[in-house]
């Protein structure tokens, strides 16, 4: 079966310190793959997406991700985390069922401290 | 500006009553969709559309209906047949592979 897994539920880290965001998928073929972020009571906003090319990914506010094919992860990190970073942190991947369904993570809430 | 809008914010819905969530997109996205989000449980697909007058159903479509008559709007009616319909919904939006564009959501609770 198709999957992705976020292993943590919440992260916590201090203002400054990087940041890591673990993603790892179960899918056949190669997989497109994307994080999205979700402020409280808000839809999901795209931060970048991994389809082909270069491991690493740069994406918006700072965020990058590693796509490691031999690990089947994408794990999402920033060098240095802000207060404003707090939020609802979802990783998904795009299969072709033959209608290009995204399987979503079911998320994982990051807090930054000041 | 081009985006999703979805109304209403919130929603309430009585014993045995259906209820119709509006999604409305002008991107010019072929592709919609509609999500169910539950706490500590992501998103779940409840429907989706490639095209006008076409769409599938997802993992959760039980109690729910949609339509898609027009390219812009890709409405949800949850039934009285869904029996516990308290949830975040999302509808999304996209072209090709591209990534989904979504709505800032309803969220619709029981009276």
């Known amino acids: 079966a198709q999957s992705v897994a976020q292993p943590e539920d919440q992260v916590n880290v201090a203002e400054g310190n990087p940041l890591t965001v673990k993603c790892t998928y179960s899918v056949s073929g190669n997989p497109y793959l994307f994080w999205y972020v979700q402020y409280p009571n808000r839809g999901l906003q795209f931060l970048l997406k991994y389809i082909t090319g270069d491991n690493l990914v740069k994406g918006s506010y700072g965020f990058e991700a590693e796509f490691n094919k031999s690990q089947t992860s994408f794990h999402l990190k920033k060098p240095s985390a802000l207060v404003s970073d707090s939020a609802l942190y979802f990783c998904?991947?795009?299969?072709?069922?033959?209608?290009?369904?995204?399987?979503f993570g079911a998320g994982t809430r990051l807090f930054v401290k000041a | 500006d081009g985006g999703i809008t979805q109304s209403p914010k919130y929603l309430f819905r009585k014993e045995g009553q259906n209820v119709t969530l509006s999604c409305e997109q002008n991107?010019?996205?072929?592709?919609m969709y509609w999500y169910r989000q539950d706490p500590g449980q992501g998103l779940r697909l409840i429907y989706y559309?490639?095209?006008?007058?076409?769409?599938q159903k997802g993992d959760i479509a039980e109690g729910y209906s949609v339509s898609r008559e027009k390219k812009e709007s890709f409405p949800l009616t949850v039934t009285s047949a869904q029996k516990n319909p308290t949830a975040f919904y999302l509808c999304a939006s996209n072209l090709g592979s591209q990534p989904q564009h979504f709505g800032d959501g309803t969220r619709l609770s029981i009276l």
């Open positions: 998904a991947v795009r299969v072709d069922t033959g209608g290009f369904k995204t399987i």
């Open positions: 559309s490639q095209i006008v007058n076409d769409f």
């Open positions: 991107l010019n996205h072929d592709a």
